[in-house]
């Protein structure tokens, strides 16, 4: 069972900026697709960012201010948030997607994202 751990939230004020860590307990090469997720209070989990064999894709909503990126021989993925707004404020879930036999689908525990003055 492949494991993600994330690190990097925490309480920023608006204009601020953050860094996200994912550290996936097997080699990146094992997944099809992985990225950030985020889930504010009362809304739906929605897609931030996403790297797979097609490139990387993100929400219209932090084009330009979030950046995606990996480091293979970390085996980590990270998310890059730059002027960040208060709508940012979520809690932000790595994702890893991979075959083995089926698609298999795992998720971090989660990191708070606070944007607030």
């Known amino acids: 069972q492949v494991q993600l751990v994330e690190s990097g939230g925490g309480l920023v004020q608006p204009g601020g900026s953050l860094r996200l860590s994912c550290v996936a307990s097997?080699?990146?090469?094992?997944?099809?697709?992985i990225g950030w997720y985020r889930q504010a209070p009362n809304k739906q989990r929605e897609s931030v960012a996403i790297i797979d064999s097609s490139g990387t894709h993100y929400a219209d909503s932090v084009k330009g201010r979030f950046t995606i990126s990996r480091d293979d021989a970390k085996n980590s993925v990270y998310l890059q948030m730059n002027s960040l707004k208060p709508e940012d404020t979520a809690v932000y879930y790595c994702?890893?997607?991979?075959?083995?036999?089926?698609?298999?689908?795992?998720w971090g525990q989660g990191t708070q994202v606070t944007v607030s003055s």
């Open positions: 994702n890893a997607n991979y075959y083995i036999g089926s698609v298999q689908s795992t």
């Open positions: 097997g080699s990146l090469f094992s997944f099809f697709s």
